[in-house]
């Protein structure tokens, strides 16, 4: 029998692992975040896994919370095990240890490197040339679980956090199924991680993706945050123009940039318009 798997996850870039846990196994409910509000349309939207969901006539689950009545739903799904990507809350123990083969999380990092919700983009920040992808079977501390398989991914120059993510979990949802149905029949050792070497990150703020024109960062800092922050919050700072309030100048990857209330466009369009900029643009984005 195909074992019945429970998937907790909620943005886009984990869609290709719902799709392959849903063609390879029993998947028998999905539990994702509720519904929010669509900052263009001003509606409740759902987020992408729970469309996969809704396509698929899956059970779908939003909880508020976890309780008594979160175990008896789950429960009812009789799951042999939960598997977790980008789910976006904290899942208590009691949940994480319910069904016989406990939860797998899907991390994208070299744990215990960047353990935390900025793997990714402190992997850019910090210019590495490497970034991976654990799979770890949870326990009550954050990505703190013993290594049931983990493999690395080179960065490239123009990698962004965009590109990096949809990149690593669209190579985990390949590799997931032969994991999972091997860490089922017993064939492979969850491996501890090394404490002495755990790192961790914190929730990107908006407040990271800005810098001064007075003393920003080296063009080469510049462009790790250029990458790092695509698409959100992006790296940005604040300009005047002509006698006029401060506004807002987003820098975006492939030399393209925005001025508030205005089109993204590149530098060459944006110094059409904004010419007295041109010096302030030659330090910040060298050529």
Not at 98 to 103: A, K, Q, R, T, Y
Not at 178 to 187: F, Q, R, T, V
Not at 245 to 257: D, N, Q, R, S, T
Request: proline share 9%; glycine share 4%.
């Amino acid at each position: 029998m195909k074992p019945r798997i429970v998937f907790f996850g909620t943005p886009d870039f984990v869609v290709p692992i719902v799709q392959n846990l849903f063609d390879t196994f029993e998947l028998v409910g999905i539990v994702t975040a509720p519904d929010s509000l669509d900052s263009h349309k001003k509606i409740l939207t759902p987020s992408p896994v729970k469309k996969f969901a809704t396509d698929h006539s899956l059970p779908i689950f939003t909880f508020e919370q976890f309780n008594n009545q979160t175990i008896k739903q789950l429960s009812s799904l009789n799951p042999d095990l939960f598997v977790v990507a980008a789910y976006g809350r904290i899942i208590p123990l009691k949940i994480i240890n319910l069904p016989p083969h406990g939860s797998l999380n899907v991390h994208p990092s070299l744990l215990p490197k960047y353990r935390g919700t900025s793997p990714i983009q402190n992997a850019l920040i910090n210019g590495d040339s490497l970034t991976g992808v654990s799979i770890i079977k949870m326990d009550e501390k954050m990505d703190h679980g013993p290594i049931l398989s983990q493999w690395e991914k080179p960065i490239a120059p123009t990698d962004t956090y965009a590109t990096l993510h949809h990149l690593l979990f669209k190579d985990a949802a390949e590799k997931l199924p032969d994991i999972i149905s091997e860490y089922i029949d017993g064939k492979l050792t969850p491996k501890e991680q090394n404490e002495a070497e755990a790192t961790y990150c914190q929730k990107i703020k908006k407040e990271d993706g800005y810098f001064t024109t007075d003393s920003p960062p080296s063009p080469e800092v510049l462009d790790r945050m250029i990458r790092a922050y695509y698409p959100w919050p992006t790296a940005w700072t604040k300009v005047k123009i002509r006698d006029s309030e401060e506004k807002i100048v987003k820098l975006y990857p492939e030399g393209k940039i925005q001025m508030e209330g205005k089109n993204i466009v590149t530098v060459k369009e944006f110094l059409n318009g904004y010419p007295e900029l041109k010096q302030l643009l030659e330090r910040l984005l060298p050529q």
